[in-house]
Protein backbone atom coordinates (compact mmCIF):
# COMPACT_ATOMS: atom_id res chain seq x y z
CA UNK A 1 0.00 0.00 0.00
CA UNK A 2 1.52 3.46 -0.67
CA UNK A 3 2.29 6.04 1.88
CA UNK A 4 -0.35 8.35 3.01
CA UNK A 5 0.59 11.85 3.08
CA UNK A 6 -1.88 15.17 4.07
CA UNK A 7 -0.60 18.32 2.48
CA UNK A 8 -1.99 21.07 4.73
CA UNK A 9 -1.01 24.04 2.10
CA UNK A 10 -3.30 27.17 1.90
CA UNK A 11 -2.22 27.95 -1.45
CA UNK A 12 -4.33 26.11 -3.96
CA UNK A 13 -1.69 26.27 -6.69
CA UNK A 14 1.21 24.85 -3.78
CA UNK A 15 -1.47 22.13 -2.77
CA UNK A 16 -2.11 21.45 -6.09
CA UNK A 17 1.16 21.09 -7.46
CA UNK A 18 2.32 18.87 -5.11
CA UNK A 19 -0.81 16.73 -5.10
CA UNK A 20 -0.18 15.80 -8.74
CA UNK A 21 3.81 15.06 -8.28
CA UNK A 22 2.99 12.87 -5.19
CA UNK A 23 0.15 10.61 -6.87
CA UNK A 24 2.24 10.25 -9.81
CA UNK A 25 5.02 8.91 -7.68
CA UNK A 26 2.64 6.63 -6.14
CA UNK A 27 2.04 8.08 -2.98
CA UNK A 28 -2.12 8.75 -1.39
CA UNK A 29 -2.84 11.91 -0.89
CA UNK A 30 -5.25 14.30 1.01
CA UNK A 31 -5.27 17.91 1.38
CA UNK A 32 -6.15 20.46 3.65
CA UNK A 33 -6.41 24.22 3.09
CA UNK A 34 -6.49 24.99 6.72
CA UNK A 35 -5.96 23.98 10.68
CA UNK A 36 -9.87 22.78 11.26
CA UNK A 37 -9.26 20.61 7.94
CA UNK A 38 -6.11 19.35 8.96
CA UNK A 39 -6.74 18.33 12.31
CA UNK A 40 -10.23 16.51 11.01
CA UNK A 41 -8.03 14.36 8.98
CA UNK A 42 -5.41 13.70 11.00
CA UNK A 43 -7.99 12.21 13.80
CA UNK A 44 -10.18 10.58 11.30
CA UNK A 45 -7.00 8.78 9.26
CA UNK A 46 -3.19 9.41 10.15
CA UNK A 47 -1.33 9.98 7.60
CA UNK A 48 2.43 8.68 7.06
CA UNK A 49 3.50 11.90 6.67
CA UNK A 50 2.72 15.56 6.96
CA UNK A 51 3.70 18.37 4.39
CA UNK A 52 2.64 20.91 6.75
CA UNK A 53 2.39 25.03 6.03
CA UNK A 54 3.15 27.19 9.06
CA UNK A 55 1.15 30.02 8.16
CA UNK A 56 -2.63 28.95 7.45
CA UNK A 57 -5.81 31.08 7.25
CA UNK A 58 -8.15 31.14 10.47
CA UNK A 59 -7.45 30.54 13.91
CA UNK A 60 -5.17 27.22 13.47
CA UNK A 61 -0.77 28.08 12.79
CA UNK A 62 1.00 25.44 11.41
CA UNK A 63 2.94 24.98 14.65
CA UNK A 64 -0.46 23.92 16.93
CA UNK A 65 -1.07 21.69 13.93
CA UNK A 66 2.23 19.72 14.72
CA UNK A 67 1.67 20.31 18.63
CA UNK A 68 -1.27 18.32 18.10
CA UNK A 69 0.16 16.03 15.73
CA UNK A 70 3.32 15.01 17.75
CA UNK A 71 0.89 14.42 20.83
CA UNK A 72 -1.64 12.53 19.32
CA UNK A 73 -0.07 10.89 16.37
CA UNK A 74 3.54 10.81 17.42
CA UNK A 75 4.56 8.45 14.56
CA UNK A 76 3.62 11.01 11.71
CA UNK A 77 6.94 12.23 10.08
CA UNK A 78 6.05 16.50 9.87
CA UNK A 79 8.08 18.03 7.19
CA UNK A 80 7.13 21.62 7.87
CA UNK A 81 7.00 24.03 5.13
CA UNK A 82 6.89 28.29 4.91
CA UNK A 83 7.67 31.06 2.72
CA UNK A 84 8.61 33.41 5.80
CA UNK A 85 11.52 31.26 7.02
CA UNK A 86 13.54 32.66 10.89
CA UNK A 87 15.09 31.14 12.88
CA UNK A 88 13.38 31.19 15.63
CA UNK A 89 10.37 29.19 13.70
CA UNK A 90 12.67 26.63 12.38
CA UNK A 91 14.12 25.65 15.77
CA UNK A 92 10.80 26.08 17.05
CA UNK A 93 9.33 23.13 14.59
CA UNK A 94 12.41 21.22 14.63
CA UNK A 95 11.76 21.40 18.50
CA UNK A 96 8.05 19.88 18.33
CA UNK A 97 9.83 16.83 16.11
CA UNK A 98 9.47 18.04 12.32
CA UNK A 99 11.80 15.63 10.55
CA UNK A 100 12.35 18.69 7.98
CA UNK A 101 11.74 22.69 7.27
CA UNK A 102 11.38 23.41 4.13
CA UNK A 103 11.12 27.30 2.11
CA UNK A 104 9.13 27.76 -0.13
CA UNK A 105 8.87 28.27 -2.93
CA UNK A 106 10.84 25.30 -3.83
CA UNK A 107 11.55 22.97 -6.80
CA UNK A 108 9.08 20.81 -6.96
CA UNK A 109 11.90 18.86 -9.51
CA UNK A 110 13.84 18.26 -6.61
CA UNK A 111 12.30 16.74 -4.04
Not at 86 to 99: H, I, N
Request: charged share 20%; aromatic share 4%.
Amino acid sequence: MAERILIVEDDPATREGLTMLLVTLGYSVATAPDGLTALAALKAEPPDVMLLDLILPGDISGIQILQTARQAEPQVDAIVMTGYPSAETTVEALRLGAFDYLTKPFDLGHM
